[in-house]
């Protein structure tokens, strides 16, 4: 039983066997015979071939000398194709499913020297059921192909020469997944020439030669050619950003495996590249979608190539020529996309020639570049300005050489944490231009602190600055080196955002320039704590009406810094001490004032300069042409302060002890007076002035005729003047104590014209003149000591001025205050000793005191023996009139306030006689003779006092001529003989001082008063304004 069971088995499987060999050989038989037959009738397609070969039991199929062609080449809505193949081979093939269940696949698929153009189905007419789409092969190899790739209108899309591929492990990308490329293989091996390869309407590939040998593709001669200008590009693709055109030498991968979500290569190289590159600017505000696709590189290397940049179709914004790029371990996912930096990578090296970068208006073109992760070396950099050069910094010029060594940096949570160990710039030569944007944005916004800097180097160096296109700075031979800087949170609110340990700057030929000042000095030499600058010159940028700016020069300064820093933005300056000597310059005070702007905070700096010395100087000082200058200037100054507190005084700084001498001292008081003084010798506690002169710089007529109303002209010297006492003229309390205060050896005229008009002003008398005064002021003793007074006044007909002469001047005064200082005396006594006329003896005594509000003063005088004629240089040219004889004496005390001056008179004269004259000079010989008829030519030995009351002042007068019209009431009831009927009073008292001596000198002013009043020639004798 057993045994039939077997037979039956061996006959079924042998006659499976046998019907399966038969089925072969019939099926070979039928395709060798009527396939092409078969396909001619239901397709479309006319197909030959030499032999075929089809194995049923491993679904290998085998076909040589294969022709095919449409049948009608012009139907456009299915696929074409026109030519040969050698053979075809399908390994296991999957026969079952392709008759039963309409699938097709296979393990492996080869083409030996097909020779096809494919033109593909005109889409508009081509209708093909949806289908999920599939690779039926695993491998594909195709040996010796020439193939073309054609759309439906004939434009060529694909082509290749001797083309052979061999790829293993072909796999489809789920339909459902991210994949960047739609199939994924690990091996591949391609070979072919003349490669040409048409992306739409965008571009064209083409390669010399492609070649596979032991794992390495190689790309010969790639080119692309764009089929779109920059503006088509723009319009009609809005979803790109940029396209390239080109050509790369070659291209060499290695390794090269397609997974489904990576690409992976051993080595990527691009050699001897020159690509252009077009970028667009887009404003897209949809979010970027993920890659979902990787590129991982053990070696990403571009050699010897050349690179543009376009952002537009001719501007250039960057290019290189033998440009050399290693990367090795290079990441690009979605994950390095989000750093800074989208990449990852273990190493890298950039070398490159002729660089040339665009930013804005700034164009800059490196030698050389050499760039690794722990240096950076620029070689022959030229710097250029495009345009105006108004709307961002810029600079124009050249750098020999930048040389950047870094010790680490690294992103950490996106903000670049950087530690440099030092940064060279080495030959710098050119114009920097800031320029001030509107726009504030954060320049170190992404940093991490603190930003690390071991040692910045500027070395060999000649630069300008400019600023709003002021020229600010220029210098020659420009050396700096700062040490240890670092950006901290902190530091980089601040005014200098760094801090550092210590600095130090160098050149020469440094200009410094402002809106009004230029600056330039042969040498500075800087360091945190001293600065030093060396042969300056100063000059004016502006027009001198509008700017206040020096001119000149310094031999040299010197500044010794203990310390300085900002704190809140404000600047902190403690300084040991200014030197500033040589200077030799003129200060130009703008003489059309603008008010300046306050700071935004409004806090003013903390300044103290312990010491400043200028030394062997000359210096003028212009101010509304009125210059001022010294020589042989040397001034020192004690803690000079300004801060807080001081900017709330009128004056906002303050001073300790101060010290000043020179000599040649000119300043123009007026456009009428010039100032002159040989020596100068000033400090807080002593004043010394030698030579001092006060000059008219116009004539007397020019003076008169220039003047609205009467004024005094002044032509003053004094040999010498000084003071001792304590005086503080910087600080918000001005005030002044004078100890002493001598004049020796003063000459003065004082002239006036009574052609011009009367001055209506109010004169205040001295006491209230003082008290007016806003500050303290107090001078405990006054002396004038041999001196010259000569008072000259002269009208309309006066012959030349009429002149009164004050001889061997003398005066003593005491107490001269505003009465501001708490516990001084308020009185102020007068003594005057001097020579009248040069001739006699005259003695004043005249007191006020600066607290009384009605002006109260006393003032009591004695003049000796004088000739009468020495008053005709007085009277002669200015009255007409020429006195003889003699006063032997003349005496007056009075008392008087604001209101009125009254007192006693007393003089003694003999053989006084006087003569009218006439223009000429001649004697008017009967009114002589009438007027003398009326002067009492003799006073006698012993002549009575003269009672004088109520004398009304006129307060558009000085007190000096109230003084004398109290005067001139003496001189006029002793001379008419008004007091013939008063009682004698005894000469041997000056003046009447018992009660009896007044009551009889009042009655005598009381007759005076009742007699007629008559005009005599001598109210124009005694007429005074």
Do not use: C
């Not at 700016?549 to 300064?557: D, E, L, Y």
């Not at 100068?680 to 116009?698: A, R």
Request: charged share 25%; aromatic share 8%.
């Amino acid at each position: 039983m057993k045994n039939k069971w077997v037979k039956y088995t061996v006959y079924t499987l042998g006659s499976i066997i046998v019907l399966l060999v038969f089925a072969n050989i019939g099926l070979n038989f039928w395709l060798q015979n009527n396939l092409p037959d078969y396909i001619k009738k239901n397709t479309d397609y006319n197909i030959t071939y030499r032999d075929i070969d089809v194995d049923l039991f491993t679904g290998n199929i085998a076909t040589t000398g294969i022709a095919i062609h449409n049948k009608n080449e012009k139907n456009d809505s299915i696929l074409r194709l026109k030519g040969t193949v050698g053979s075809f081979e399908i390994s296991r093939f999957g026969i079952f499913d392709a008759v039963f269940n309409n699938e097709i696949s296979a393990s492996r698929l080869i083409l030996i020297k097909p020779n096809l153009n494919i033109i593909l189905p005109n889409p508009s007419k081509f209708r093909k059921k949806k289908k999920e789409a599939s690779i039926p092969f695993d491998d594909v190899e195709i040996t010796d192909g020439n193939l073309a790739v054609f759309k439906h209108n004939n434009n060529r899309i694909f082509s290749a020469n001797n083309l052979s591929v061999n790829i293993k492990n072909i796999e489809l990308a789920d339909k459902n997944s991210n994949q960047l490329l739609p199939i994924t293989f690990d091996k591949q091996n391609i070979n072919a020439k003349n490669l040409f390869f048409r992306q739409g309407n965008l571009q064209i590939i083409k390669a010399e030669k492609i070649k596979t040998e032991n794992k390495l593709l190689n790309i010969n001669n790639l080119e692309i050619i764009p089929l779109l200008s920059y503006d088509q590009f723009a319009k009609f693709q809005p979803k790109k950003g940029s396209f390239a055109k080109g050509k790369i030498g070659q291209i060499k991968l290695e390794d090269f495996i397609l997974k489904k979500e990576s690409i992976e290569l051993k080595t990527f190289q691009i050699a001897n590249a020159d690509i252009q590159l077009f970028t667009i600017k887009r404003n897209s505000t949809k979010e970027k979608k993920p890659l979902n696709f990787g590129f991982n590189i053990e070696n990403l290397d571009l050699k010897n190539s050349k690179i543009q940049v376009f952002n537009s179709a001719t501007n250039r914004v960057f290019s290189g020529r033998n440009m050399n790029l290693k990367i090795s371990e290079f990441e690009l996912n979605d994950e390095t996309l989000k750093i800074q930096i989208p990449v990852k990578y273990e190493n890298f090296a950039f070398s490159g020639n002729e660089i040339e970068t665009i930013s804005g208006q700034q164009k800059a073109i490196f030698s050389q570049v050499n760039i690794n992760p722990k240096s950076i070396l620029l070689d022959q950099i030229i710097l250029q300005t495009l345009g105006n050069g108004k709307i961002e910094t810029n600079m124009n010029g050249s750098i020999k050489k930048v040389a950047i060594n870094i010790n680490d940096w690294k992103f950490d949570d996106d903000n670049l944490d950087l530690n440099i160990k030092n940064i060279l710039i080495d030959g710098a030569n050119g114009n920097l231009n800031i320029v001030k944007n509107i726009k504030k944005n954060n320049p170190i916004s992404g940093i991490e602190f603190p930003l690390l800097l071991e040692k910045m180097e500027l070395k060999n160096s000649n630069l300008s600055i400019n600023s709003n296109n002021i020229n600010v700075f220029s210098g020659k031979n420009l050396e700096v080196l700062v040490n240890n800087i670092s950006l901290t949170e902190k530091s980089s609110k601040s005014k200098i955002p760094i801090e550092y340990k210590d600095f130090k700057i160098t050149g020469n030929s440094l200009i410094f320039n402002t809106k009004d000042q230029n600056i330039e000095a042969q040498s500075a030499f800087i360091l945190p704590n001293s600065i030093k600058l060396t042969n300056i010159n100063l000059k004016n940028n502006g027009n001198y009406s509008s700017t206040t700016a020096m001119v000149g020069s310094i031999k040299n300064i010197d500044v010794k810094i203990k310390e300085w820093n900002f704190d809140n933005d404000i600047l902190k300056l403690d300084v040991e001490n200014v030197l500033i000597n040589g200077l030799n310059g003129k200060l130009n005070l703008a003489k059309n004032k603008t008010k300046t702007a306050k700071s935004n905070n409004g806090n003013p700096p903390n300044i103290l300069l312990r010491k400043i010395s200028l030394k062997n100087s000359a210096f003028k000082l212009d101010s509304d042409n009125k210059p001022l200058s010294f020589k042989n200037l040397n001034v020192e100054v004690r803690n000079f302060t300004m801060n807080e507190q001081t900017a709330k005084n009128k004056t906002p700084f303050k001073m300790g002890s101060y010290s000043l001498a020179a000599t040649n001292f000119n300043y123009t008081l007026s456009e009428f007076y010039n100032a002159k003084i040989a020596t100068i010798n000033i400090n807080d506690s002593k004043i010394n002035l030698t030579n001092l002169l006060l000059k008219p710089t116009v004539s007397r007529a020019e003076f008169v005729r220039r003047q609205p109303v009467e004024k005094d002209l002044y032509n003053l010297n004094i040999k010498q003047l000084s003071a001792n006492g304590k005086w503080d003229f910087f600080s918000n309390q001005l005030s002044i104590y004078v100890n002493n205060l001598n004049i020796d050896n003063m000459d003065a005229n004082i002239f006036r014209s009574k052609i011009p008009t009367d001055d209506p002003k109010i004169k205040p008398l001295y006491g209230s003149m003082l008290s007016s005064l806003k500050f303290p002021l107090f001078v405990e003793d006054l002396n004038i000591k041999n001196s010259r007074l000569v008072y000259e006044e002269d009208t309309k007909k006066s012959d030349g001025p009429g002149k009164l002469v004050f001889g061997k001047f003398n005066l003593n005064a005491k107490n001269i205050n505003s009465g501001k200082f708490a516990g001084k005396p308020t009185n102020v006594p007068i003594v005057i000793n001097t020579m009248l006329m040069d001739s006699a003896p005259l003695t004043v005594n005249w007191e006020f005191d600066t607290a009384r509000k009605d002006d109260y003063f006393t003032v009591t005088g004695f003049t000796g023996l004088m000739p009468a004629p020495d008053l005709n240089l007085f009277t002669e040219p200015y009255l007409k009139v020429r006195a003889t004889g003699e006063i032997q004496k003349l005496a007056f005390a009075y008392t008087g306030n604001v209101k009125t001056i009254s007192g006693t008179f007393k003089m003694i004269n003999k053989d006084l006689k006087v003569q009218m004259l006439q223009d000429d000079g001649d004697k008017k010989v009967v009114l002589s003779a009438i007027a003398n008829l009326f002067v009492k030519n003799d006073s006698g030995p012993n002549p009575a006092a003269i009672l004088i009351e109520n004398v009304e002042r006129d307060n558009t007068k000085s007190f000096f001529n109230f003084l004398y019209k109290g005067i001139e009431a003496g001189l006029k009831k002793s001379l008419v003989g008004l007091g013939s009927k008063a009682q004698k009073v005894d000469t041997t008292e000056e003046f009447p001082d018992n009660e009896e001596e007044i009551k009889a000198l009042q009655k005598v002013e009381q007759a005076a008063k009742e007699t007629p009043k008559r005009k005599t020639i001598f109210k124009r004798i005694f007429k005074k304004k």
